[in-house]
């Protein structure tokens, strides 16, 4: 006779919520520790920027594929200079809430980002890679390889990094002498000295930024009446936007066009001026024919 064998009995006993939310927590920071071991590299296949100037960084950089969003400024022809490649993706608005939505596995911000969009989003457990605006011509290789570094694109960007290296060699040893004298004016008077990203783009097109004759290292205001009393060779105007703010007035006083042997030029098209990105050798390139034409007239 075969032995009896006594019958199992599965219990199904309730875990509480507390218990799952406890067990969730804790594979998530075993995940976030493996993480961030040497050698495990996290995949960044979706990535998300919300910052004008990592969208056209990301944009040179990223796999096919891996930028998921951009933010609204990248669709904009006024202030992107890569809305062709910006279009074909969609944009966000940089709040918190919509970012975590789109599911990144990392989000591009630059450092003035709303501390509050940064802080939650990392709270959430996205990671959050904050890149410093450009102050100067010698930032842009920085953010390049800051970005090929975030996104595992370090290769490609030694190379971008490579030919933007070597026109700037080359625009270094183009340098006129004399230099002219040149000035900046932006809406309500502001300009930019020679300790701005704006200001560096003077120097290596080859002019001399009087802003430095009047204190201004950074970005400031210069009066009008001092502007006219500095009386530069050339003015560069920023763009004069659509509207009644008498704020712009400054850009068309009659002052400055009674200015005798000052040149009042074209207005400046932010887009090649606002990041520091490749682009900015357009600036560049556009401020040295500017010089060649003077020189010549």
Same mark, same amino acid.
């Given at each position: 006779?075969?032995?009896?064998?006594?019958?199992?009995?599965? =219990?199904?006993?309730?875990?509480?919520?507390?218990?799952?939310?406890?067990? #969730?927590?804790?594979?998530?920071?075993?995940?976030?520790?493996?993480?961030?071991?040497?050698?495990?590299?996290?995949?960044?296949?979706?990535?998300?920027?919300?910052?004008?100037?990592?969208?056209?960084?990301?944009?040179?950089?990223?796999?096919? /594929?891996?930028?998921?969003?951009?933010? !609204?400024?990248?669709?904009?022809?006024?202030?992107?200079?890569?809305?062709?490649?910006?279009?074909?993706?969609?944009?966000?608005?940089?709040?918190?809430?919509?970012?975590?939505?789109?599911?990144?596995?990392?989000?591009?911000?630059?450092?003035?980002?709303?501390?509050?969009?940064?802080?939650?989003?990392?709270?959430?457990?996205?990671?959050?890679?904050?890149?410093?605006?450009?102050?100067?011509?010698?930032?842009?290789?920085? !953010?390049?390889?800051?970005?090929?570094r975030a996104l595992n694109r370090s290769a490609q960007a030694d190379q971008m990094i490579?030919?933007?290296?070597?026109?700037?060699?080359?625009?270094?040893?183009?340098?006129?002498?004399?230099?002219? #004298?040149?000035?900046?004016?932006?809406?309500?008077?502001?300009?930019?000295?020679?300790?701005?990203?704006?200001?560096?783009?003077?120097?290596?097109? /080859?002019?001399?930024?009087?802003?430095?004759?009047?204190?201004?290292?950074?970005? /400031?205001?210069?009066?009008?009446?001092?502007?006219?009393?500095?009386?530069?060779?050339?003015?560069?105007?920023?763009?004069?936007?659509?509207?009644?703010?008498?704020?712009?007035?400054?850009?068309?006083?009659?002052?400055?066009?009674?200015?005798?042997?000052? =040149?009042?030029?074209?207005?400046?098209?932010?887009?090649?001026?606002?990041? /520091?990105?490749?682009? =900015?050798?357009?600036?560049?390139?556009?401020?040295?024919?500017?010089?060649?034409?003077?020189?010549?007239?």
């Open positions: 006779m075969a032995p009896r064998i006594a019958p199992r009995i599965l =219990v199904s006993v309730p875990i509480s919520n507390h218990i799952k939310h406890s067990a #969730r927590a804790l594979v998530c920071a075993l995940t976030l520790q493996l993480m961030l071991l040497p050698g495990i590299a996290r995949a960044q296949e979706r990535v998300v920027s919300i910052n004008l100037c990592t969208d056209q960084l990301a944009l040179m950089l990223a796999a096919p /594929g891996q930028l998921a969003s951009v933010s !609204r400024l990248a669709h904009d022809p006024d202030s992107s200079a890569m809305v062709a490649q910006a279009r074909a993706l969609p944009t966000n608005g940089s709040g918190a809430e919509e970012v975590f939505l789109l599911r990144p596995d990392l989000v591009l911000a630059g450092t003035y980002t709303d501390p509050a969009t940064v802080s939650m989003l990392r709270s959430l457990g996205i990671p959050v890679e904050l890149f410093a605006p450009a102050t100067a011509i010698s930032d842009v290789p920085k !953010r390049m390889a800051q970005m090929g490579a030919q933007f290296n070597a026109a700037i060699a080359r625009l270094e040893g183009d340098q006129a002498s004399p230099r002219p #004298r040149a000035a900046l004016s932006y809406v309500n008077s502001y300009s930019s000295g020679p300790g701005s990203l704006a200001g560096d783009i003077l120097r290596l097109a /080859g002019f001399d930024n009087v802003a430095a004759e009047a204190g201004l290292q950074n970005v /400031g205001k210069i009066p009008l009446e001092t502007l006219v009393m500095l009386h530069p060779d050339v003015i560069i105007l920023g763009r004069n936007y659509p509207g009644t703010a008498r704020a712009e007035d400054n850009l068309s006083h009659p002052a400055l066009a009674a200015l005798n042997g000052t =040149v009042i030029a074209p207005e400046l098209t932010d887009k090649d001026w606002i990041c /520091g990105t490749p682009v =900015v050798l357009n600036a560049i390139n556009a401020m040295r024919d500017l010089r060649l034409r003077l020189e010549n007239s």
